[in-house]
């Protein structure tokens, strides 16, 4: 139940260093709809953890497979743990930048990691750690590497690309 | 998609007159919860729609069947239809009360009517109206009659009641 | 990479006959989302009511206001009623562009019109249409065209072309 | 007929032994409603942390004050940080028991702690954690020692009692 396990990893670099070359990032971008916001005048906390799932399957997308055709080839991925550290109110259609990446998998569980900015990241909105695994439609868990090769490959290649 | 449908039917009587025997609602009774605010500072207009189903699973239990049931049972019960008129604005933990009716029913549809007050009616914060049928497991439109003959006497029972 | 809503003008022409000039539609469109469906294997109901909102807030972007802007000039826009008549289901990850159109506006009240459709309008998943009044922040009614002019003359030369 | 949360004092003791004293939970109770599930079937994970947040609200009553008359008293209390570990499935009109308990506060910052069971503890559904600051309504840092002493007496009571 430690969260320490967040750090924002600033790379932003305003003085135009030379720098080591950055991984690039998976970013889901979306605005704040009115009806996400609370009577606070921002967006309600809950639903970062939206964004955070759209976001993930933003990136499954992105590195070549999909949530749908998982579920479809009788793969689901329940939430195990979230955690969010909200460290900028974000208002009324502002447009979020979600950098996200995994940071870790084998091939029974997985690990992402969120960072919300905007545009520019000269503000982080937040960050996120969320963990999940694998089931079959009769809610057993399973190692996609047995299971569902093809899916493990796609997921293996993206955790170590960024290791 | 003409909308006349509501009559708010208001039945109130400050007078204590001699009344004719009035129909018991039935009545769900729920708080507005902050997350259902936004940053006009009232209850997001399509929590009401939520609330409504809510009221209709409570119905369901009132009458002596349940939603649950049904699904189990191989009923499934979409919305065709949903309207929503709304009179006055709801507040952060103010507490509703949804009076809910089965206007109309014969075996393949239904049709319910909602009337969102305070406790002491005096304040009508909305009335609605929604239509819903029935479906099997495989979305095919099915009788109650024939398919569920007890869940139909239920729903028959209760929509002479009020007819 | 982005989710972004476009303003498309719609093109489609099954037969190539001569066609009579056709309003330009304001089309707002988007994904459903994971979170959006329920236990019925669909999107649910409630989020068509949200849709809807998004699309108007999409719809004054498109005609040269915004609703940020009315807020922060003092307009605040609540809903006086909803209709929703739902045609097909939605599933996750479906594109829906949701066509929305002013068809009454009389500086005091406005009404639109929403049909939700797949990308060459073969399904329609939904038509609705909804009622809204202007309220200073003093929750207190105003006629745009004395209170805010500049914007009753978008509402109003929006709504002359539809009409 | 009603969906009321109540406040309940922990009685369970499966094996009769000789207990030691043990602090009374606040309990936030509630179903899941079927807009709350997903296409898994069960209760979509995001819903955790709204039902967090009306057992905190509840908390408030429960302990003498109330959320609505403290943003009226112009104290805000924003989400800094929020982890909820998934453990159990929650169906479709399951009842979840909520305890909450504030187990660290200093006038500046409360975390709050809950656990989510079912009815008689044999089931842990989730835990979680959160930490909230407080804000004027200019949305400035305010320690509630000097700015609300009040409310800073009935948190400091609270957060003793279960020290």
Same mark, same amino acid.
């Not at 990136?59 to 070549?64: R, S």
């Given at each position: 139940?430690?969260?320490?396990?967040?750090?924002?990893?600033?790379?932003? #670099?305003?003085? #135009?260093?030379?720098?080591?070359?950055?991984?690039?990032?998976?970013?889901?971008?979306?605005?704040?709809?009115?009806?996400?916001?609370?009577?606070? %005048?921002?967006?309600?906390?809950? #639903?970062?953890?939206?964004?955070?799932?759209?976001?993930?399957?933003?990136?499954?997308?992105?590195?070549?497979?999909?949530?749908?055709?998982?579920?479809?080839? %009788?793969?689901?991925?329940?939430?195990?743990?979230?955690?969010?550290?909200?460290?900028?109110?974000?208002?009324?259609?502002?447009?979020?930048?979600?950098?996200?990446?995994?940071?870790?998998? #084998?091939?029974?569980?997985?690990?992402?990691?969120?960072?919300?900015?905007?545009?520019?990241?000269?503000?982080?909105?937040?960050?996120?750690?969320?963990?999940?695994?694998?089931?079959?439609?009769?809610?057993?868990?399973?190692?996609?590497?047995?299971?569902?090769?093809?899916?493990?490959?796609?997921?293996?290649?993206?955790?170590?690309?960024?290791?």
């Amino acid at each position: 139940m430690t969260n320490k396990s967040i750090e924002a990893t600033q790379t932003k #670099n305003h003085q #135009n260093m030379i720098l080591t070359p950055k991984k690039s990032d998976i970013i889901y971008i979306r605005r704040a709809h009115y009806h996400e916001t609370d009577q606070m %005048g921002i967006v309600h906390h809950s #639903n970062f953890i939206k964004w955070f799932e759209e976001a993930r399957i933003h990136l499954m997308k992105a590195i070549g497979t999909s949530y749908k055709i998982m579920e479809e080839e %009788g793969v689901i991925s329940p939430v195990v743990s979230m955690f969010c550290e909200y460290k900028t109110m974000v208002g009324f259609d502002d447009e979020v930048f979600i950098h996200i990446e995994i940071i870790d998998y #084998n091939s029974i569980a997985f690990k992402v990691k969120y960072r919300v900015t905007n545009d520019d990241e000269s503000i982080s909105y937040a960050v996120g750690e969320s963990k999940h695994c694998f089931l079959s439609k009769e809610m057993r868990i399973i190692a996609l590497k047995k299971s569902h090769p093809h899916i493990n490959e796609i997921f293996m290649a993206e955790f170590t690309k960024n290791s």
